[in-house]
């Protein structure tokens, strides 16, 4: 292939509001370009790597019994309001109705179709399960506010795998497989991910875990042990939990992108939709589901977040768009005449090793110096390069290989190349092969590789190691300037600086300098410059007032756009103090009160602007914005209010509720008797707030009887438990009947069976363990003076009678038999 001009599209003036490296590497490379908020054109570079990535998901998917699919963009409202979701997500789904007045949503996720789908074929056969589907698509979400490029826009590509089993012990075996199969994915990438606990959010299910990368701008926080695998989103733990509930080891917070999600979601959606199948008795039953997202689209970016250096990109092998870049010299120079054996090598991979045949790229850009198309070869991400530089035309002939990803280079030759004549028309490349004494040889590519001689090192010039620093110290070429320039350590910068700002000047005229720098910082949308040079132009206190005042209505827009509405509000003031009609410190004062909801304020200024021009659109636009968000606030204000009215008066009927049965939480979180303990101010699982509406929490039933949610720990495997609403007056002997009804997946001794468990708690202030009766009720136990709620969720370890491990785990700790 050859590199065509049009192949780099860089969008160094789509820069403005770039927030992580990815984003940035792939604005800068052309292989993304903006279209509106949250969407992107994907330009062919990045198409190609995705088709790449495309076929490691299928062959992962397909090797453990996936079958792919393709399904409507466009799903039915009638769906998602079965299941419940129209309004849970709300405001997240981008919804439409067509000219009928039928509603759809553009599906961020399909739940509710695929189950549609397998309902509508009528009773499958137990016999035909499990059954694996899945597709890669685009889906839509309505993000509040899109950013960081591709780890989150508003229209993405996902891979989404939706399960059916006959039981739940066999789709806890899907679910493992599936788990695996994304293990898969990322070590073949070569990329370090982490699995861990997750909330299961608005999709819903009894279990759920996330695949995350960890890096420094991942919107994710998450907690590791430092001493075993148990790992969990920051969201399932209590907040003051500084230890592993499994070992005891301490956790450490750590930040991540997510780029895959498992869902075990039971029969949710399967008893909702009739989605039932024949068991072996010829019964129906409704089948176990689970689903699994991973993130396409996301994945590419992210990879790039995490390998890449700040001026390359680096991607992972297996979906590098192409693996070598052949760099020809430039035409006209020295050493023009290098092209053509260039051109000739290129002819004999192309030929010789017929895989690599699509995955190299001949930068025939011949116009562009080496250094220019080297520049643009770490943008796009080739591993590897190969330069025909000065010592092409030495004889034999020798080629610079370069692996940009770790900046290593040898320099050397393969044996002297003998041309095969052909009929050829004139400028078709001819093939080369590799010729020695006794005959042709053609390899593979290590074989080639191992032809060139090395490895050694150009003579003079930067060294490899620091060139780049040594580039830094030329003035020319500095990315960034001292703070202060020294003319006796920097004369060449403090030439350079006189011949800007000469101080001979007036200082209206060195104000102006200052003012036309800054605007040309601010049409490179490089704001933070630009409001240093406004700054600057302002400290000559120059008599020109109109001056002062564009200066400071200048400032105020560069501080607007870096989000410093209350610095910018303050310049647009200065400046109407100076220039009372100065109309676009007016709008921008204006759109400053918007942004910091002082909607009274801003209708306000917009009165006075209108004064001075009654047909100013914006004014008239903003106006009526203003009047409307004051009074929707006003009104949600008041709706607000009513609300917290409310739940203050059900948390007070539930905490009246618990002082009653003398339930006791952690001294530390209720030392006044007469104040409600944050532990029940936000009532959920492990401290998770209240203002997920998914999470459980203690309730009180019209009977005035309590439910709890409650967790179970199982220490030798690792794994949990979580009972959403345990009623105060059940027996743990009636829901371990339950729970263990089939024995779980994980349980590959067979012998977590309900007669042969034992429940216990910790007293984590006398460093005891007390042993409870399965027959209890939980009210008695929670009622017991050694007992301590903790984070509004009672939790018990579950370990197996007279079992190795469990001999271990007491060993050196006081037992207590609860009475």
Same mark, same amino acid.
């Given at each position: 292939m050859n590199l065509r001009e049009d192949s780099l599209v860089s969008q160094e003036s789509k820069m403005g509001e770039m927030t992580c490296k990815s984003q940035r590497l792939m604005l800068l490379g052309g292989l993304i370009y903006p279209a509106s908020p949250g969407c992107y054109h994907y330009m062919p570079y990045t198409v190609r790597a995705m088709e790449k990535l495309i076929k490691v998901i299928d062959r992962e998917m397909q090797f453990i019994g996936g079958q792919k699919i393709n399904m409507p963009t466009l799903c039915s409202a009638t769906l998602w309001r079965a299941s419940g979701r129209w309004e849970l997500m709300s405001k997240e789904l981008l919804r439409l109705a067509d000219r009928h007045g039928q509603e759809y949503c553009l599906g961020p996720t399909h739940e509710e179709a695929i189950t549609d789908l397998i309902a509508s074929q009528g009773h499958l056969s137990y016999k035909g399960l499990p059954l694996l589907l899945y597709q890669i698509t685009r889906k839509f979400r309505d993000e509040i506010k899109p950013r960081f490029g591709l780890l989150r826009g508003?229209?993405?590509?996902?891979?989404?795998?939706?399960?059916?089993?006959? /039981?739940?012990?066999?789709?806890?075996?899907?679910?493992?497989? &599936?788990?695996?199969?994304?293990?898969?994915?990322?070590? /073949?990438?070569?990329?370090?991910?982490? %699995?861990? %606990?997750?909330?299961?959010?608005?999709?819903?299910?009894?279990?759920?875990?996330?695949?995350?990368?960890?890096?420094?701008?991942?919107?994710?926080?998450?907690?590791?042990?430092?001493?075993?695998?148990?790992?969990?989103? &920051?969201?399932?733990?209590?907040p003051d939990q500084k230890y592993c509930p499994v070992c005891k080891g301490e956790l450490v917070e750590t930040k991540g992108i997510e780029v895959g999600h498992t869902f075990f979601l039971g029969t949710k959606y399967s008893s909702v939709f009739n989605a039932t199948f024949q068991t072996s008795q010829g019964k129906p039953a409704p089948a176990e589901m689970g689903c699994y997202g991973l993130g396409v689209t996301r994945i590419l970016a992210a990879s790039i977040e995490v390998l890449s250096t700040e001026d390359a990109i680096h991607w992972p092998s297996l979906i590098s768009p192409y693996q070598v870049c052949f760099i020809p010299p430039k035409k006209g120079s020295k050493e023009e005449k290098g092209t053509v054996l260039l051109e000739d090598l290129y002819d004999f991979v192309a030929e010789a090793i017929p895989q690599l045949k699509e995955e190299i790229v001949f930068?025939?850009?011949?116009?562009?110096?080496?250094?220019? @198309?080297?520049?643009?070869?770490? %943008?796009?991400?080739?591993?590897? &390069?190969?330069?025909?530089?000065?010592?092409?035309?030495?004889?034999?002939?020798?080629?610079?290989?370069?692996?940009?990803?770790?900046?290593?280079?040898?320099?050397?030759?393969?044996?002297?190349?003998?041309?095969? %004549?052909?009929?050829?028309?004139?400028?078709? @490349?001819?093939a080369i092969t590799m010729a020695d004494q006794e005959g042709d040889h053609e390899g593979d590519w290590d074989d080639f590789l191992d032809k060139f001689r090395g490895p050694e090192r150009y003579e003079g010039g930067f060294s490899p190691e620091n060139w780049e620093e040594e580039f830094e110290k030329i003035p020319m070429f500095m990315k960034k300037g001292p703070s202060e320039v020294d003319p006796k350590h920097n004369p060449d910068l403090a030439c350079l600086q006189s011949i800007i700002f000469d101080e001979e000047q007036t200082l209206e005229e060195q104000a102006m300098t200052y003012k036309n720098e800054g605007n040309d910082y601010f049409k490179e949308k490089d704001y933070k410059k630009a409001v240093i040079s406004y700054t600057e132009g302002l400290k000559k206190k120059c008599s020109d007032q109109e001056l002062n005042a564009v200066l400071h209505t200048n400032r105020a827009a560069a501080q607007f756009y870096l989000g410093s509405y209350r610095s910018a509000l303050n310049d647009a003031t200065a400046a109407r103090k100076l220039k009372p009609n100065h109309l676009k410190a007016i709008i921008r004062g204006v759109l400053c009160h918007l942004e910091l909801k002082h909607f009274s304020e801003a209708m306000t200024w917009c009165e006075e602007g209108l004064r001075i021009d009654p047909k100013e659109k914006k004014l008239l636009e903003t106006r009526a914005k203003a009047d409307q968000l004051k009074r929707t606030g006003e009104r949600d204000l008041r709706k607000a209010r009513f609300l917290e009215k409310k739940e203050q008066a059900q948390k007070d009927a539930v905490f009246k509720a618990i002082q009653d049965r003398n339930i006791n939480f952690l001294p530390e979180s209720c030392k006044d008797d007469n104040v409600i303990p944050a532990d029940l101010a936000e009532m959920s699982l492990n401290g998770l707030s209240s203002k997920s509406a998914a999470g459980p929490r203690v309730c009180l039933d019209e009977n005035g009887s309590l439910s709890w949610p409650v967790l179970f720990l199982y220490p030798e495997y690792g794994q949990s438990d979580l009972i959403s609403a345990f009623h105060e007056e059940s027996r743990f002997i009636e829901h371990l009947m339950v729970m263990f009804e089939e024995l779980p997946p994980w349980d590959t001794e067979r012998k977590y069976y309900p007669s042969e468990l034992e429940l216990y708690y910790e007293d984590e202030e006398r460093e005891e363990i007390h042993q409870i009766c399965p027959q209890s009720t939980l009210l008695q136990v929670l009622q017991h003076q050694r007992y301590f709620v903790k984070a509004g969720t009672p939790t018990f370890l579950v370990l197996v009678k007279f079992a190795p491990f469990s001999k271990n785990y007491f060993a050196g700790k006081k037992v207590h038999c609860l009475k």
């Open positions: 508003r229209e993405f590509y996902m891979k989404d795998m939706y399960t059916f089993d006959a /039981s739940e012990e066999a789709a806890h075996h899907t679910y493992a497989l &599936v788990c695996n199969a994304y293990c898969n994915i990322f070590n /073949s990438l070569g990329l370090q991910f982490v %699995k861990v %606990k997750a909330a299961t959010g608005s999709i819903g299910g009894t279990m759920s875990h996330e695949f995350q990368l960890p890096a420094d701008i991942g919107e994710d926080k998450l907690m590791t042990c430092t001493k075993c695998d148990f790992s969990t989103n &920051v969201e399932l733990i209590s930068d025939d850009r011949i116009h562009l110096t080496i250094g220019n @198309r080297l520049k643009d070869a770490k %943008k796009l991400g080739y591993p590897y &390069v190969i330069i025909g530089g000065k010592k092409a035309l030495d004889d034999p002939s020798l080629f610079e290989i370069r692996c940009l990803q770790t900046r290593e280079s040898l320099i050397g030759f393969p044996a002297r190349p003998r041309l095969r %004549k052909s009929g050829a028309s004139a400028g078709r @490349r001819r």
